[in-house]
T-cell receptor, first 113, second 116 residues
């Protein structure tokens, strides 16, 4: 079945440093979503990418969807302590059922002030 | 608009018992998905319902079941509980605009299930 791999599993940075998490799918995706889960909280939707090669920005966050629609990345510029949490990518298999999101295992980001 | 609500928030059960968890989606959302979250396995998809029909199911044993009511509220049931069922169970609702695109999931706070 579809697998979504996410790396790294953990990332610790100093405040002000940049951070990137990568997501790779074993199959072509129709779309990919990114979520953030704060410690003790629930996942909160950040963004959805649909088009091949798409790049979207939200303030210090930049999201990319690969040309082959099999990989994606989230880059945070100049991290802040408010960025702490686990970042998940989630993809829907292209050509298959559109009713199932497969989540990566997430990247836990910690920021040292 | 009220968010997704889940009840109960915490539950302690013993092995062999069964449990029913409830989820009320955001008003107007007809798609409800359930996920199991554990530290080792991350977020794993259980099933998704739309208009009272289960449209997809994850790779979980038949002990895990669910249903959706006409008002879009959903329940999931786990029978014959095992220690490994201890997890955070998350429900998420979604507004279905285009069946080709899986839309933004709005998650509830979850039910923390502990099996002793």
């Amino acid at each position: 079945g579809q697998q979504v791999m996410q790396i790294p599993q953990y990332q610790h940075v100093q405040e002000g440093e940049d951070f990137t998490t990568y997501c790779n799918s074993s199959t072509t995706l129709s779309n990919i979503q990114w979520y953030k889960q704060r410690p003790g909280g629930h996942p909160v939707f950040l963004i959805q990418l649909v088009k091949s090669g798409e790049v979207k920005k939200q303030k210090r966050l930049t999201f990319q969807f690969g040309e082959a629609k099999k990989n994606s990345s989230l880059h945070i510029t100049a991290t802040q302590t408010t960025d702490v949490g686990t970042y998940f990518c989630a993809g829907t298999n292209s050509g298959g059922s559109n009713y199932k999101l497969t989540f990566g295992k997430g990247t836990l980001l910690t920021v040292n002030p | 608009k009220a968010g997704v609500t889940q009840t109960p928030r915490y539950l302690i059960k013993t092995r062999g018992q069964q449990v029913t968890l409830s989820c009320s989606p955001i008003s107007g959302h007809r798609s409800v998905s359930w996920y199991q979250q554990t530290p080792g396995q991350g977020l794993q998809f259980l099933f998704e319902y739309f208009s009272e029909t289960q449209r997809n199911k994850g790779n979980f044993p038949g002990r895990f079941s669910g249903r959706q009511f006409s008002n879009s509220r959903s329940e999931m049931n786990v029978s014959t509980l095992e220690l490994g069922d201890s997890a955070l169970y998350l429900c998420a609702s979604s507004l279905v605009l285009d069946s080709r695109i899986y839309n933004e999931q709005f998650f509830g706070p979850g039910t923390r299930l502990t099996v002793l």
